[in-house]
C-alpha cells in the first residue's frame, strides 16, 4: 500500500457472535507516513449481485433448449445498444459467445450484412420512438454458416431512466426466406409464359363460375373480365350458349 498511494479489496470479517460479513476495504498511505483505513458492509450489494447472476443462471437454463435466440436489448438515451440478457442461441445465431456482447452490440451488430445494417437500426429506433413491436428480416454473414436469414420481434418498453428494454426473440428463416423466394420466381415465370400466349384464357370452378380471365385482346370478351369474375356463366352467356359450357364441364368432371 506504501508504494501504490492506495488499495481497495474486499475480504470478510468475523462478528463478536461469530458471523461473518462482507466488507470493501479502502487504504491510503499519507504523506506523514500513516495510513487512512475506510471499511464499509457490502453485504446487501454482494446479495444482490448473487440474486443477478442467480437468476441469470436460471434464464439460461430456461432457454437453454429454445431453437433460435432469447435477448433483452437496451438502448440508451444516447441510441447505444447493449444486451442485459443473450441468450445461449447467440452462439449459432450470431456465432458470438453472449459474455463477450452483452455490454456492447457492436460487435453482434457488425454480423448484420452490410446491405440490411442501416435497416435494421432504422427500424430499432422507429420502435423505440413509437414503442411500437419491432419486427424485421435481415441477412447476417457468420464466419463458419456464411450468409443467413435472421427473423427478430421485440416488445419495448421506456424504462424510468429514459432508456428503452426490448424483450424478444431471433430465429433464423433461412430456409423460409429461401421457399419464398422459389415460389415467387415460380410464380413470375408462369406470369411470363401466361403474358405470352396471345389467346383467351378462361378458369371456371366446377359450377360454371368465373374465377380468371387472360385476354391480351379485352375488346374480344362479352364483357369486361371485371364484370364477369364470381358471375355464373348462365349470367354471362346466352343460355344456349352457357348450356354448352355446362354441359363441358360436367363431362370434364366424369373424366
Known sequence: VAAKGSERFETIHRRSDGSTYEVEVSTSHLPNGSFVVFVRDITPRKASERDTLDRLAF?????????GMVYQMRMAQGRSFSFPF????????????????????????????????????????????????????????????????HATRGRPERQADGSVLWYGFTSDVTA?????????????????????????????????HYRFFHAPDPTALVRPAAEQLGRHVSE?????????VLDALAQARVH
Open 176 to 208: 423460409q426466406r429461401r421457399d419464398r423466394d422459389a415460389m415467387n420466381q415460380l410464380v413470375a415465370q408462369q406470369k411470363a409464359i401466361l403474358q405470352a400466349i396471345p389467346d383467351i384464357l378462361i378458369e371456371m370452378d366446377g359450377q360454371g
Open 86 to 149: 443473450l441468450s445461449d442461441g447467440a452462439m449459432e445465431a450470431f456465432e458470438l459467445n453472449p459474455q463477450d456482447i452483452r455490454g456492447d452490440a457492436n460487435r453482434l451488430f457488425e454480423r448484420i450484412h452490410p446491405d440490411d445494417r442501416a435497416a435494421v437500426r432504422a427500424s430499432a429506433l422507429a420502435s423505440a420512438a413509437e414503442l411500437s413491436s419491432w419486427t424485421v428480416e435481415y441477412r447476417v454473414l457468420l464466419p463458419q454458416a456464411g450468409e443467413r436469414w
Open 59 to 67: 434464464s439460461q437454463r430456461l432457454t437453454h433448449n429454445v431453437p
Open 236 to 244: 354471362v352467356l346466352p343460355p344456349e350458349a352457357a348450356q354448352v
